[in-house]
């Protein structure tokens, strides 16, 4: 039981260039959210997917996308990243109201 | 919108020290609040999770607490070791549409010296 994975741990960009942020998790959880940690602002959360199939927005989602690709893997994609988008990114699931579980986070620079 | 405020901002203490960490939220309609531990470098671990319904709730040297109504959860960690050193955080649910909408505090950094 690998619980909430992510890939890749590290990235770094140049400003303009795409890529997707992987995750999955093999708890079978229904919920699964992407949030964004930078110094002084605590998390803040990007997406997030209710079940599968359904997505909606969080508190920061401009110059983001994602898929729930199915249950397991919940994925966001950067088109064109920018350096305000330098960031540790995390992925979490979650059963219903039951404890909300984190991945080890991918932390990206954007140059 | 729902803020979370976590007091103190960061905390150093000597080991052996019982200690309280504040959470406050300014919408009491929540569904649970959790409680989590970061490590540098890190992902979250979470440590206790309250339902609204619940006053509160123990792990071992921990006893997390929350009054639904003043907005107010605490974090009390007794008899402290420097392997509690790591930063704090804890989060609030509402239900929105079917979902749990989670909304952080930005986190109380502890120390703890031998």
């Known amino acids: 039981n690998a619980g909430v994975t992510q890939t890749p741990k590290f990235q770094v960009l140049k400003t303009g260039q795409s890529m997707t942020l992987q995750c999955a998790q093999d708890m079978n959880h229904n919920s699964m959210y992407w949030y964004r940690q930078d110094p002084g602002m605590g998390l803040r959360l990007i997406y997030y997917s209710a079940s599968e199939g359904t997505t909606d927005k969080g508190e920061v989602p401009n110059g983001y996308n994602v898929s729930r690709l199915n249950k397991r893997e919940f994925s966001l994609r950067l088109e064109s990243a920018a350096p305000s988008q330098t960031s540790v990114y995390f992925c979490?699931?979650?059963?219903?109201?039951?404890?909300?579980?984190f991945g080890p986070g991918t932390r990206l620079t954007v140059l | 919108k729902q803020e979370v405020t976590q007091i103190p901002a960061a905390l150093s203490v000597p080991e052996g020290e019982n200690l309280v960490l504040n959470c406050s939220f300014t919408?009491?309609?929540?569904?649970?609040l959790q409680w989590f531990r970061q490590d540098p470098g890190k992902g979250l671990t979470s440590l206790l999770l309250i339902q609204s319904s619940q006053r509160e709730q123990t792990s071992g040297r921990l006893n997390a607490s929350l009054d639904k109504s003043s907005g107010r959860s605490t974090l009390y960690i007794a008899a402290s070791q420097p392997g509690d050193s790591a930063t704090y955080l804890c989060?609030?649910?509402?239900?929105?549409?079917?979902?749990?909408?989670?909304?952080f505090g930005r986190g109380t950094s502890l120390i703890v010296h031998p």
């Open positions: 979490a699931s979650r059963w219903g109201v039951d404890t909300q579980y």
């Open positions: 989060a609030v649910f509402h239900a929105s549409g079917g979902s749990y909408i989670p909304t």
């Open positions: 919408d009491s309609a929540i569904y649970n």
